[in-house]
């Protein structure tokens, strides 16, 4: 049986969230590090964990977080109660201050649009997500660029082409971008699919 990620050694935090100059492939793993919780754990290519996600009171809660390796809130991500077709807010934590600031809004009618924070107010969308496979994969297009690759998520598989099972998932994101947003925005999308 193949193990989701092979190697196992002491983490390290990426310098910065953008992706270097070649675009960046992570893991994810829809399963916590806590032990009884929902959430998942994401590894870069080095097989370190990276981000995590650990949902303590229940699958789909209306408050979930997504932090580093270290415990570090990076985003908190919440759901709006009284929005007909559902709607989320991102906001990006300051380490420093421990404040938070909003950062984008996800709104799903039909499809699946995200803001960014200067946006919001004229509620235009900066990226679109688009389902490929079901539920298990899609892709993160730049609206502003006529649906330019951002990211895109799809499920594991072994370099022979053997499928892992259904909650481990391959993300690359495209160079020149906010990793932990990209996350962020991956997270939303596997509350909203129930899958978080």
Not at 16 to 44: Q, R
Not at 88 to 110: N, P
Not at 121 to 145: P, Q
Request: glycine share 6%; aromatic share 10%.
């Amino acid at each position: 049986m193949s193990r989701v990620y092979p190697q196992t050694h002491s983490p390290s935090l990426p310098s910065s969230d953008l992706t270097p100059l070649k675009a960046e492939s992570f893991t994810i793993w829809m399963k916590s590090l806590v032990f009884n919780t929902h959430g998942c754990t994401v590894y870069n290519s080095k097989g370190e964990i990276v981000y995590r996600v650990d949902n303590y009171d229940n699958k789909c809660g209306q408050e979930v977080y997504l932090m580093d390796i270290r415990g570090k809130v990076l985003f908190s991500l919440l759901r709006k109660k009284l929005r007909l077709f559902g709607c989320w807010d991102g906001y990006k934590w300051d380490a420093c201050s421990a404040q938070k600031q909003l950062q984008f809004r996800v709104r799903k009618h039909r499809s699946v649009f995200v803001s960014l924070c200067d946006d919001i107010a004229r509620s235009e969308c900066r990226y679109k997500i688009v389902r490929m496979d079901g539920k298990l994969g899609f892709k993160i297009g730049n609206a502003d660029e006529e649906g330019a690759l951002v990211a895109e998520i799809k499920q594991k598989q072994t370099t022979t082409g053997i499928k892992f099972g259904s909650d481990v998932f391959t993300l690359t994101v495209q160079p020149h971008v906010d990793q932990s947003l990209i996350m962020a925005i991956v997270m939303v999308y596997g509350l909203i699919n129930n899958q978080i």
